[in-house]
Structure formats: structure tokens, C-alpha cells
């Protein structure tokens, strides 16, 4: 089995519409995971039914319970989060607390409680490429790194039950604590950046970070005819690092009325993007079966 | 550059520049209103896992510094292995084996409790530089820009070293990460006015939404800027009507923004006429700080 993670560093550069359209051309053959739980938007385009929903805790909050509270203020100072406001009426702002604990220990009255944290969703989906596991991290939330490692392994599950071969894993934004918990461990990360200044210096973290974690890399650059010349600089830098091209993609309108009707590019016909996705596609797809299985 | 005097003065304030979803145009509108301010301007780029906003303006950068976290180091000589330590921690940034007792400092918080708990004194703080901040100018606007170290995981202690140098002397544009999770949040937590830019798309709506109920949840007033407002649909134009969010700026989709972007030049170089649009967008915000209504 093998578990691609499709990241891009900065938004906005089709990570998604790309990860669906190779959804689809996957034939079935894959287990999807959303792991961009922050923002999740594939089943926008995937339509799903959700099979089975379940919670997701995670961490602690602190409260005070006033009426045990003698406002000694002790806990005030302790707090490294500045999450209790002190003055007269002495409170902790639950979206300051990082739930560590510290207040709860040292509180004199043990006025403070301590409960778990609902902070979302996580569902195993119906759609019609196949099995999807996908998660909604509740408004304001922490831990959005546990919550993609929680979808990462219950896609993995899902893949063994099912007997899939691949897991098409769309990854969150960044280089921080989520993307790190959806690339650990993966067997082939693929970039998706475009031809711009920001797409070429955000490149060079994701390439340290991957390279960081020894994962083997693939780039492909969407819209690359905004700028031809800065995309064969990427392209260029990339190979000297050791990733491997899957080939370049180019601006189309149809991405957007593709996402308009809640569908995948691919499943529009034949259009300039669909086609250059489906080589991009065929390029991962030959390389994965040279790459070791893991076990 | 010589700066005109400013027809209206905008308030110091904090005026954070946000959105759900990635990609939607968020640091260049950070950067075109600051070019488009007409008195000294901070802007400090929160973004620190991806700080692009220098693409921009090409600032001379003259002090760069080291963010450190604290976090607990053993004397294993102290260390008696009662475990209370890694039993306290709520990150499980310690394990403790019974002739071993390992810190893993990625996942420490630094709550500073194992260090208050730990009978023997074994642990003590200690730095550990998680990333960088640098402070650089640009004609009338100073940047203030934090970076993540690649391989660190938690952006929220770099983000409040880059808020720690904001002056409430001045106005101060943030250019805050996407999402809507911890580190959007440390971003926006204390702005005077939160701008949501989005894209009329599904994937900007849905996104969207969830910034609207984040913003709501935290009480911050906010508008909205539709960027590339004539591609996909009308579900944001809808949505924001419904929900009687004011839409404060549209911006069309024009190819010239795109190539500039890719470029590394800004908005205002592609759409010189957006400029005095971004003043009085500037001065609408100011005014409603003083209890004006927008
Ligand atoms: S330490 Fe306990 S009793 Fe004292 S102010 Fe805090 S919550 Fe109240
Ligand atoms: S649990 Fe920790 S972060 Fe939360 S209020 Fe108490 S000391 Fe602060
Ligand atoms: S400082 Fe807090 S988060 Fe860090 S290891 Fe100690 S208890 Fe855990
Ligand atoms: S609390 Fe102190 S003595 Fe106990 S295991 Fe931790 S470091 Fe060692």
C-alpha cells in the first residue's frame, strides 16, 4: 500500500481541485483522506455520505468555578498563556487556554476544573471515487495536528479493510504542525506550487521540510503559462534537489466552473487542464510502482 | 518619495487581514494598503510559516533576532524517575522510562509545569530558538516579519514575538496565516478590525463561513474583500447578504494581477487606480473605530 500526500505550502494553488481530479482518476483504486481539516473543502467537490461520523477530543480547557473561587490570584501569574485575566473578576478566556494545567494544579481552593475538549468531527464517506475519510475541526479549536493524524491512520485502516492500494492523502497549508503530521511517515509527498515569487519561496521550505523527514518528492506546477520563465527556474531548482517533474498544468478557467458544479475537472470533458492532470497523473502513478512498498 | 499629508488621519489602530482559505490575495492587499497609507504604517507579517510579504516590498532588513521558546532540560544525576513530570504533561513532550527520563522539546508547550512539579529540581528551563524576526524598511512602512524554523511545528510563539512589536503609535497592518485554527487565531485575537478576503468560489465560501463564526465567536467587528470578484458564482455575494456582513471592497480578476504577482510586484503596480479605493477604505475603518457605522 502507498500513501501520497499532496501538499503546497501557501494556498491558492489548486492543491484540492488537483487532489480530486486525481481522486477520480484513481479509478477506485484509492482510499481519499482530507487531511486539510482546517479547511476542508474536497467534499465540495466529492459530494460524500458519511457512512459513520464520530467525535474527536482532544486536550483540556480550564474553568474556574466562581463560586469556589476565593480570587486569591494566584493562578494568574502562572499561566505562561495570559489565558486568565486578573483584575477584579478573576477568568480564564477559553480560547487563550492551551489546556497544560498548570492553574488547575496549583489552585489553592481546587476551584478550577479541567474537562476534555470536544474539538470536532471526524467521518468515514461514501463518494463516487471511492472511500473517503475526512474530519471538521470545530470553530476555534487547537490540535488540528492530532486530528490529521487520527484521518491519516483511519484512512489507512479503511485502505487495509478494503484491500485498496493507494491512499490519496490532501494535505493541510504551511510547513507547521499539521503538514508535518500528514507527511511523517508518508511514501511520496507531491507538491502542487505555481509560477510565482511566493510559489518559488514557499517551494524552498516545503523542499527542506521534506527533505528534513527523507520523503521521496514530486512537483507539478499549476498555471504555469502566468510565467513560463520563472516556471522552468522552479523546475529547474526542484530537479537539482532530487524531485522528481511530473509534468506542468496550465491556467484554465474550467478549474473554477468545474468547482462551480461541484465537480472535478476531469469529469468535464476534455479541456486543456484535465488533460495536462491526467499526464501528471499517469507520471506519479508510473513512479509509485518503482517506490518500495511499505509494509 | 515625497509623502503627501494625509487628507483624513487614519487612527493607530490594529487592523488585521485574514481569510479562510489560502491563496485568496490576503498579503497582497496587506501590502497594497500599506503602500497606499499616507503615514508611517507597521505591518507585521504573521505568517510566519510562510512570511511572503517582503516578496513585495524589498525592505532593507536590519536586525534580525532569534525566537526562543523555554523548555525543561534534565540533570538525569537529580532525576529520581518518579514519572510525576511526564504524568503531568498534557502534550506528552515527556516519557518517562524507569531508568530514563526523555524530553521531546517539538512537542512542548512551555507551560513551565513539569519544571513546578518535579520533586527533585531535576528540570530547568532552558532556550530553544524556534525561528526568527526580522525588522526592516520600506519608505514610510516598517515590516516586521517572523519565520518559523523549517522542521518546528508550532507557529503561535514566533506569531506573538512579531505582535510584540507592534507600537500603538502607529497604525498596524497584520498579515495573519490562513485557517482558522491556533495560529489565526493568536494573529487576529486583539485586532481593532478583522478584513476577510475571500474569492466568490465554493471552496472561498465555504472557507469563509468558517472565518465568519470564528471572528463572531471571538467578538471582532469585520468586513469582507471580494478579490478576483468576477470569476465563479454568487454564493459569497449571497451569503455575506444574508448574514448582513458588509462587502467593503471588490477587486476584479484581471490577468495583469496575476502576471505581476508572479513577478513579485504588487497589486497596486497591476491596479494603480485601487490606491485611493484602499484610502478610503483605510479612513471608513478609522472612522468606525471612533463609533462611526460602516
Ligand atoms: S488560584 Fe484558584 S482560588 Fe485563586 S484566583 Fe485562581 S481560581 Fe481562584
Ligand atoms: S490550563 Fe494552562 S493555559 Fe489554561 S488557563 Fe490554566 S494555566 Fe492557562
Ligand atoms: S513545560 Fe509543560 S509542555 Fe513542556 S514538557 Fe513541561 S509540562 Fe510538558
Ligand atoms: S518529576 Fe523530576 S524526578 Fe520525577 S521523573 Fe520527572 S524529572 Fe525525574
Known amino acids: 500500500m502507498k500513501e501520497i500526500v499532496i501538499i503546497s505550502g ?103 476544573t479541567f474537562n476534555e475538549q470536544r474539538c470536532g468531527e471526524w467521518y468515514q464517506s461514501d463518494t463516487r471515487f471511492g472511500s473517503l475519510v475526512h ?64 510559489g518559488q519561496h514557499d517551494l524552498q521550505r516545503l523542499l527542506a521540510l521534506t527533505k528534513h523527514f527523507e520523503i521521496p518528492t514530486f512537483l507539478t506546477v499549476n498555471k504555469w503559462d502566468i510565467n513560463p520563465e520563472m516556471t522552468a527556474t522552479i523546475q529547474q531548482e526542484a530537479l537539482k534537489q532530487g524531485v522528481k517533474l511530473l509534468g506542468t498544468i496550465p491556467y484554465d478557467s474550467e478549474v ?32 509509485l510502482k518503482l517506490i518500495n512498498t511499505t509494509p | 518619495m515625497r509623502l503627501s499629508p494625509p487628507q483624513t488621519t487614519v487612527q493607530p489602530m490594529k487592523l488585521a487581514i485574514a481569510s ?55 540533570d538525569e544525576t537529580l532525576c529520581s524517575h518518579c514519572g510525576q513530570c511526564a504524568d503531568f504533561c498534557q502534550f506528552n513532550a515527556i516519557v518517562a522510562l524507569p531508568k530514563q527520563t526523555m524530553i521531546f522539546s517539538e512537542l512542548c508547550h512551555s507551560c513551565g509545569g513539569c519544571i513546578r512539579i518535579c520533586p527533585t529540581n531535576a528540570l530547568t528551563e532552558t532556550d530553544k530558538p524556534v525561528g526568527t ?10 515590516l516586521v516579519k517572523g519565520t518559523l524554523d523549517v522542521g518546528q511545528a508550532m507557529s503561535p510563539p ?51 463561513t468558517l ?13 469582507v474583500i471580494l478579490n478576483r470578484c468576477d470569476i465563479g458564482d454568487q454564493g459569497v455575494v449571497n451569503y455575506c447578504h444574508q448574514e448582513s456582513i458588509t462587502i467593503m471592497l471588490q477587486i476584479p480578476d484581471a490577468r495583469q494581477v496575476a502576471v505581476a504577482y508572479s513577478r513579485g510586484k504588487g497589486l497596486l503596480d497591476a491596479l494603480p487606480d485601487l490606491k485611493p479605493q484602499l484610502q478610503r477604505l483605510l479612513n471608513t475603518i478609522s472612522q468606525s473605530q471612533q463609533g462611526g457605522q460602516i
Open chain 1, 10 to 112: 501557501k494556498g491558492g494553488t489548486g492543491k484540492t481541485s488537483i487532489t480530486a481530479a486525481f481522486a477520480a482518476l484513481a479509478n477506485k483504486e484509492a482510499v481519499l483522506a482530507d487531511c486539510d481539516v482546517d479547511a476542508a473543502d474536497m467534499h465540495l467537490l466529492l459530494a460524500p455520505t458519511a457512512r459513520h461520523t464520530h467525535p474527536f477530543y482532544s486536550g483540556h480547557r480550564a474553568e474556574i468555578v466562581a463560586a469556589n473561587c476565593s480570587q486569591c490570584g494566584k493562578c494568574v501569574p502562572l499561566c505562561r498563556f495570559d489565558a486568565i485575566t486578573s483584575g477584579p473578576d478573576i477568568k480564564i478566556i477559553p480560547s487563550a487556554c492551551e489546556g497544560c494545567g498548570v492553574c488547575v494544579h496549583e489552585c489553592p481552593q481546587n476551584a478550577i
Open chain 1, 135 to 198: 474530519a471538521r475541526l470545530d470553530i476555534g479549536a487547537e490540535n488540528s495536528g492530532k486530528l490529521v493524524s487520527l484521518v491519516r491512520k483511519e484512512a489507512r485502516n479503511l485502505a487495509l479493510a478494503e484491500q485498496r492500494e493507494l491512499i490519496l492523502v490532501d494535505g493541510p497549508p504551511g510547513i507547521g504542525c499539521p503538514v508535518i503530521a500528514s507527511i511523517t511517515g508518508a511514501d511520496v509527498v507531491c507538491i502542487i506550487t505555481e509560477p510565482t515569487c511566493s
Open chain 1, 256 to 287: 473554477t466552473a468545474a468547482q462551480v458544479a461541484a465537480q472535478t475537472v476531469v469529469e468535464r470533458g476534455d479541456n486543456s487542464a484535465a488533460l495536462a492532470i491526467t499526464v501528471a497523473w499517469n507520471n506519479l502513478y508510473k513512479h
Open chain 2, 20 to 74: 479562510g482559505k489560502g491563496g485568496t490575495g490576503k498579503t497582497t492587499l496587506a501590502v497594497a494598503l500599506a503602500q497606499a497609507c499616507l503615514s508611517p504604517v507597521h505591518l507585521l507579517d504573521c505568517d510566519v510559516e510562510e512570511p511572503n510579504s517582503h516578496l513585495f516590498l524589498t525592505p532593507h532588513f536590519s536586525k534580525k533576532q532569534p525566537v526562543t521558546v523555554a523548555v525543561p532540560q534534565i
Open chain 2, 133 to 142: 524576526i526580522e525588522r526592516g524598511q520600506c519608505d514610510h512602512i516598517t
Open chain 2, 158 to 208: 514566533v506569531i506573538r514575538a512579531v505582535k510584540k512589536q507592534h507600537d500603538p503609535k502607529y497604525l498596524t497592518i497584520i498579515d495573519c496565516p490562513p485557517g482558522t485554527s491556533c495560529p489565526m487565531i493568536t494573529a487576529v485575537r486583539d485586532a481593532d478590525f478583522v478584513l476577510l478576503v475571500t474569492e466568490p468560489t465554493p471552496f472561498g465560501l465555504h472557507d469563509l
Open chain 2, 211 to 223: 472565518a465568519v463564526e470564528t471572528l463572531r465567536q471571538l467578538k471582532l467587528p469585520f468586513g
